[in-house]
């Protein structure tokens, strides 16, 4: 599901833009964007020997020490997990709900792998920017554009500077909401020529 170091960069058929980066309006982008954790989570499960009639266990455990697991296998975990207070999905109910902003934080002790070819910090983006997505009433509308525009690009490699990073914020307060998504585009794109 995860594309690769150096690939190329896709267009969804559904929404027309860049794949992952439709989410979490357009399905095909969310389910791609879903399937980074559930590749990982379904790895993880193989590796350990275990079955899925095991799975809200083991994802308790995992959420127990997230310290001690990739990310991905982490937010899969939490996917799995009901919130004792809203009984959403653990760490992704209605901004306020104490135990899924715990829960929510805790997430970030996970492990992040740069993967070879990558420069350092690009998991962490990835990381985040999924995070945004899966999570899009934590945030404003523009950070979660940008997040959603910005994540097929990490995914296949690329870091913006702190400067590109600015610029890219610098366009998505300033544009007119009816060309917004185009010029962050542009400005990603110009960002990676660079």
Known sequence: MRP??????????????????GAPA??????????IVEEEWRSF????SIGAESEAGIAELVVDEPDRHDWRVVDAALDR?????????LSRGPAG??????????????????RPGVPAGNEHAIRVNVSVVRRPHFTSENELLTRRLLLPF????????IED??????????????????????????SLRR
């Open 81 to 89: 997990l009901a919130c004792p207070d809203c009984g959403d999905r």
């Open 4 to 21: 690769a170091v150096g690939a190329p960069l896709r267009r969804c058929t559904t929404c027309g833009g860049y794949a992952y980066g």
């Open 154 to 161: 990490l995914l296949v490699g690329f870091l913006p500077t």
């Open 26 to 35: 357009c399905a095909v982008c969310r389910d791609l964007v879903d399937g």
């Open 165 to 190: 990073a600015h610029r890219i914020k610098t366009v998505a307060k300033g544009s007119d909401p009816k060309q917004k998504a185009l010029l962050i585009e542009q400005a990603i794109e110009n």
């Open 97 to 114: 709900c104490a135990a899924c902003d715990l829960a929510h934080g805790f997430r970030y002790a996970a492990i992040e792998t740069d």
């Open 45 to 48: 499960l193989h590796r350990m």
